[in-house]
């Protein structure tokens, strides 16, 4: 049981970016944060960058064989209600090497509702986010309804607390 919730959805996507003559004109993924709970990733070349909000700098996450990234996403965030963020980031092209990368990505079941879990919600600052069931987030993606940077925002109760 993951989040409280016992019908996990699990994806699985495999990613293949060629060199790239020209990789300055161009990104491998736009930047972005994932949907569902929690991504793990096993890359086999750099190229992932993840945004340093108070740099204000995309930074290069290092490649180590065999080795495992574990992204925040969005559904993590609103069940802790912000105490962890999703991670912003994007993959860039590279001129010299492929670039394999091994995506899973955990999501809560279609009917699932998401909130911000109570004994996570500060008594003076509320809870940041709306209840929602999941498959409403979906929809959202897929009809393009993002506010501003990010979908997640337009989950908030008040999006000006969302940074």
Same mark, same amino acid.
């Not at 970016?17 to 944060?33: A, D």
């Given at each position: 049981m993951l989040w409280g919730y016992p019908n996990i959805q699990q994806t699985i996507t495999f990613q293949f970016?060629? !060199?790239? !003559?020209? !990789?300055?004109?161009?990104?491998?993924?736009? !930047?972005?944060?994932d949907i569902g709970g929690i991504t793990i990733v096993m890359q086999e070349a750099e190229g992932l960058q993840v945004f340093d909000e108070f740099n204000d700098t995309w930074e290069l996450v290092p490649h180590y064989p065999n080795a495992f990234v574990v992204n925040i996403a969005d559904q993590t965030e609103i069940i802790t209600n912000g105490r962890y963020k999703s991670s912003n980031h994007r993959v860039i092209a590279n001129s010299e090497r492929t670039r394999r990368s091994y995506v899973t990505h955990y999501h809560p079941g279609l009917d699932h509702k998401v909130f911000p879990a109570p004994e996570l919600v500060d008594a003076k600052v509320g809870p940041r986010y709306r209840e929602f069931l999941y498959k409403e987030y979906l929809q959202a993606m897929r009809v393009g309804r993002v506010l501003e940077k990010r979908l997640l925002q337009s989950f908030a109760?008040?999006?000006s607390v969302i940074s």
């Open positions: 970016y060629p !060199p790239c !003559p020209e !990789p300055e004109k161009t990104l491998g993924m736009q !930047p972005h944060s109760i008040n999006n």
